[in-house]
């Protein structure tokens, strides 16, 4: 879900390198189009849907049987990252970022499931290391990965026993997507930012690429990982506990 861009598009490239066949979903036509011709019409098909819609999520997994007649992986990968703080946070806009972000993963995850447990197939939630407390400009968000952090645990290993369905979960750190580009660029700062990172946030003077989420995105939807089921694997330059943070 959520590959017509970013993080989402990286990973459906990578999955087709692989070998793979990809229902690429989305909310931009347009780019959706592109990629899927890119990709190769044989090994890709889109499909255009909102998934704060409930309904959603049976129109995708039937989207996907209808065009590969089975499912392997599910990659639970759209998002909404909306800023918000205690003051400003309203009913509204927290129950459209948790319905995206929490409600759309489950509901998809209860929608695959059983097709999954005939291919002995397997579920990747791509969350956030934000899910552990987040900046204070993003709360609605953290608490939204929090939730989806918790699920891949809980179902981690109840579908694993129950069907042998694994699910495992991905928390990117800082990742320049082209979504990342814009907000800064809203945020006021110059086009070259990537360039004046401090040692704080990006020790190796760059911050992640799509392309290297996308990698250990397949490594992980794949038989490699064995048995592994209910981990949530942290993507970013620093550890999350326990780190020494430079003094300011």
Known sequence: TGSTMGIGKAIAERAVKEGARVLVHGLERGQGEALVDQLGGNKATLHVDDLSDPAAADRVIQAALKAFGGIDALINNAGMVVTGRLETADAASFDQVMAVNARAPLLLTKAVYAYLKTSKGCVLNIGSVNAHCGEENLLPYSMSKGALMTMTRNLGD???????????????????????????????????????????????????????????????????????????????????????????
């Open 158 to 248: 109840t579908l694993f026993r129950e069907g042998g369905v694994r699910i495992n979960q991905i928390n990117p750190g800082w990742i320049l997507t082209e979504n990342e580009i814009s907000r800064k660029r809203e945020q006021g700062m110059d086009d070259d930012w990537p360039s004046k990172l401090s040692d704080q946030f990006a020790p190796a003077g760059r911050i992640i690429a799509p392309e290297e989420i996308a990698a250990a995105a397949v490594f992980w939807i794949s038989d490699q990982v064995g048995p592994v089921t209910g981990t949530v694997f942290e993507m970013e330059q620093y550890p999350m506990i326990g780190r020494n943070p430079a003094k300011l």
